[in-house]
């Protein structure tokens, strides 16, 4: 179940996924590089995060959470059921939300309870008691909004150059995001690192292969000529954003299947 935010809430809140899967037995899955802030409540269910240094260790299992811009592919484990509400937030909202600096959240998978305090617990209880989704949307979205409200909103130069560099798809240099702020790049990273959590030209590079892995495998594309559509120099420089980012090649990627825990089945009330 998919439903998008209230029109108000559009330029901080993407959508919101009701998801509950059952599978025959515990699986893991690579998930597509997410170019904003995740947002997870898990209704009785947990996702295990797979250390993407060592995945031989043992996962770390959580429940309801929240995970900072990251440069890399999540890979998450479920034990054969999953039942919860993910929201897509930018990382300016996440900010204004949660009150912390976006550089701590940045890599960072952090419980909601440290984020919410005894507001998070009480909230889960509350999606897990009424019956439908649409139930649950209204009560995640009016939590959102009433902290959304009571927060100051971003400086207006991060939040400028935050949309230049979603809506380029990444294909805005940053040196001349800059010139157009008429701030230095060192300026413009470090306002970055406290609103959006990584710096620009990383975000950009973000974007740009976020567009590629979603349009990768498109009726009649080749990898060359997807390079030339998302702004890449050539295939070699596609091919290195897909090993810096995902550990694999297109080719293999695309292999793969790779999708969002949402994806996984049909949410039923």
């Not at 949309?163 to 040196?175: E, K, Y």
């Not at 060192?186 to 990584?198: C, D, M, Q, T, Y």
Request: net charge neutral; hydrophobic share 40%; aromatic share 8%.
């Amino acid at each position: 179940m998919v439903r998008r935010a209230d029109r108000g809430l559009g330029r901080h809140i993407g959508r919101y996924w009701g998801y509950r899967h059952r599978a025959p037995g515990p699986a893991r899955q690579r998930e597509p590089l997410s170019t904003g802030v995740v947002l997870i409540f898990g209704l009785g269910s947990r996702l295990g995060l797979v250390d993407r240094a060592d995945p031989t260790r043992p996962p770390t299992w959580v429940g309801s959470f929240v995970a900072g811009l990251d440069d890399a592919c999540a890979v998450i484990e479920h034990n054969g059921e999953m039942l919860g509400v993910q929201v897509d937030l930018s990382p300016l909202a996440t900010r204004m939300i949660f009150g912390v600096p976006m550089c701590s959240l940045a890599r960072e998978v952090v419980a909601l309870e440290d984020l919410l305090g005894p507001e998070g617990p009480l909230l889960e209880e509350r999606l897990m008691e009424v019956g439908t989704w649409g139930e649950r949307f209204d009560l995640v979205e009016a939590m959102l909004a009433a902290r959304l409200q009571a927060a100051e909103p971003p400086p207006p130069d991060v939040d400028w150059a935050w949309r230049r560099l979603v809506a380029g798809g990444g294909r805005l240099r940053v040196a001349d995001l800059a010139t157009e702020l008429g701030c230095s790049r060192k300026h413009l990273a470090a306002r970055f690192r406290e609103h959006v959590g990584l710096p620009p030209k990383l975000v950009a590079r973000m974007l740009r292969f976020r567009r590629a892995s979603d349009l990768l495998g498109a009726s009649g594309t080749s990898l060359a000529e997807l390079a030339a559509v998302c702004g890449y120099y050539d295939q070699a420089h596609l091919d290195r954003d897909f090993r810096d980012f995902a550990g694999t090649t297109p080719t293999a990627y695309a292999s793969e299947r790779v999708t969002f825990v949402q994806d996984a089945g049909p949410a039923a009330s």
